[in-house]
């Protein structure tokens, strides 16, 4: 048994010094599985808790989503409710005086009728648009409770009125039945009236009905 120096060392010595060095080896090899141990806890912690969080993802998601959904959903119906109601009640308004056949006192079932309608628009609903070729004409007739369509025969389409009352001239196909008086009512077609956003279908507005006398045809 020697030394690092090449000396010959007595047993006793050499042993303790032996004991020594296997102690501290020991000591050294358990402190470093020891923390190694501890390095890889931490390590897996964090991997758990995502394989954890992408297990449970989907389900969260899904929810998050609905959640969501329902609130878009709420927030799409409060603002198509806000416009609406800003949306004019009326665009026009039909003057029951001054309106009526323009040739005659009256006009005749199965024949031609020029009318005079004075009518305005009104101020609060002065940027709506109107869709010339779409304007209705007929008459309701309050006896029968119906309705009975009329064809304007003059060709004319609609137009944008001012707020100031004007007098619109149109020639009509006056429908059977109808004697002695029916009422004249139109619908009229408009876009870009406040609440409404580009794209949407227009508004339909009908005029109250103003009393127009009728006779049966002498045919």
Not at 45 to 69: C, F, H, N, Y
Not at 132 to 147: A, K, L, M, Q, V
Not at 177 to 203: H, I, K, M, Q, R
Request: net charge positive; glycine share 8%; with cysteine.
């Amino acid at each position: 048994m020697t030394g690092q120096d090449g000396r010959q060392k007595a047993l006793r010595p050499w042993l303790k010094e032996r004991l020594v060095v296997k102690v501290v080896d020991l000591a050294m090899s358990t402190t470093l599985m020891g923390g190694l141990l501890f390095l890889v806890v931490l390590l897996f912690k964090p991997v758990q808790e995502r394989l954890e969080a992408i297990w449970e993802t989907p389900k969260a998601v899904a929810e998050m989503r609905s959640d969501i959904g329902s609130v878009v959903a709420v927030v799409e119906d409060l603002s198509a409710e806000i416009r609406r109601l800003k949306q004019p009640e009326a665009v026009f308004e039909v003057s029951v005086f001054n309106t009526g056949p323009l040739r005659r006192a009256y006009c005749v079932e199965g024949e031609s009728c020029r009318l005079g309608v004075k009518v305005r628009r009104l101020p609060e609903a002065l940027p709506c648009k109107i869709q010339p070729s779409r304007t209705e004409w007929g008459f309701y007739n309050p006896r029968r409770d119906t309705y009975a369509p009329a064809l304007r025969i003059d060709g004319a389409p609609g137009r944008n009125l001012e707020s100031g009352w004007d007098i619109i001239e149109v020639e009509l196909k006056i429908p059977y039945g109808l004697e002695p008086n029916a009422e004249l009512v139109f619908t009229a077609y408009y876009t870009g009236c406040p609440g409404t956003l580009p794209g949407d279908p227009p508004l339909a507005y009908r005029s109250k009905g103003v009393s127009i006398p009728i006779r049966a045809s002498a045919h």
